[in-house]
């Protein structure tokens, strides 16, 4: 697919990963749908940004989680662009949940957030991308998480492990004309709340011994979009790992 005029639309957008994301695509010609929940001030900013060079962009408050909140999220990308041609479902949450003090709630956030939301917004847009005969849709995963696995973090990794399900699911269902892909980065931005041995560990996971930049995520995101015969595939983007 040729990016220039194309319409995306980020999930947690306004910041790390998501935004330089956006950044990417908007560099590349795309028009963005900054979705945010909380970050509504970052939102605004990259939507400045992105109009400065020239795209159009809005941001758009919603709480992926929810299918309501979804359906006005997509209501208004298409109010306004009248097409959504690639979806990058990023937002996510990350928190260390040990097994034993794993609750009901956590459980549920973790999935409700981190694979639910990936399924309401595709099949929202998919209904979009299939009435116009193409569309992207990129899921963002974890390599560590969804991959391998994280005994100190399992409902995250399962609901990343269902993302990647979820990707070849998808790919499957919207054939031929919706391309679904996953990424799964390694330790490409470390939570801000991380410890020095929490980062020194993460970068002793990976073989190239450093860790990676949202800049990776976004490169891997462009040569996805720009492919047109890969389909229900998960890239590992993580510095090399064979720790399984
Ligand atoms: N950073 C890494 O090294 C790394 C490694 C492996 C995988 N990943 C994956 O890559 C993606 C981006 O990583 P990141 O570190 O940039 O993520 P992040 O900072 O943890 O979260 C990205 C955004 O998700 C949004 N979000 C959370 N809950 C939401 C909800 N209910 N509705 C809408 N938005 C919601 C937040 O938006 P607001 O701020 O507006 O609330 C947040 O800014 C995630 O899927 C993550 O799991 C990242």
Redesign the pocket.
């Known amino acids: 697919m040729d990016i220039k005029n194309k319409v995306a639309l980020v ?2 957008g ?5 935004r330089t994301i956006a950044l990417e695509l908007a560099e590349h010609g795309a028009n963005l749908v900054i ?5 509504k001030k970052e ?1 605004d900013e990259i939507v400045e940004l992105i109009r400065k060079t020239g795209r159009k962009a809005i941001a758009v408050k ?4 929810k299918a309501d909140e979804v359906a006005k999220l997509v209501d208004v990308a298409l109010n306004k662009f009248e097409r959504v041609d690639i979806l990058m479902n ?5 928190f260390k949940t040990p097994f034993l003090e794993i609750t009901e709630e956590d459980w549920d956030l973790f999935m409700n ?2 694979l639910k ?1 990936a399924f309401l917004c595709s099949q929202k847009v998919a209904k979009v991308m299939l009435e116009r005969g193409s569309g992207k849709i990129i899921n ?1 995963a ?2 560590a ?1 969804g991959i391998k696995g994280w005994k100190s973090y399992i409902p995250y990794s399962v609901s ?1 492990a269902g993302l990647i399900m979820l990707t070849k699911t998808m790919a499957k269902a919207l054939a031929p004309n919706i391309h679904v892909n996953a990424i799964a ?6 939570p801000e709340n991380y410890s020095e041995k929490e980062k020194k560990r993460a970068i002793e996971s990976t073989l190239l011994k450093r860790l990676g930049s949202p800049e990776d995520i976004a490169k891997a995101v462009i040569f996805l979009v720009k492919s047109d015969y890969i389909t229900g595939e998960t890239i590992t983007v993580d510095g090399g790992n064979l720790i399984s």
């Open positions: 999930t947690g306004a910041k790390r990963v998501g979705n945010y929940n909380s970050s939102a919603a709480d992926v989680s990023n937002a996510a949450i990350f957030v981190n939301s963002i974890d390599a998480g990343k980065p390694g330790p490409v931005l470390l």
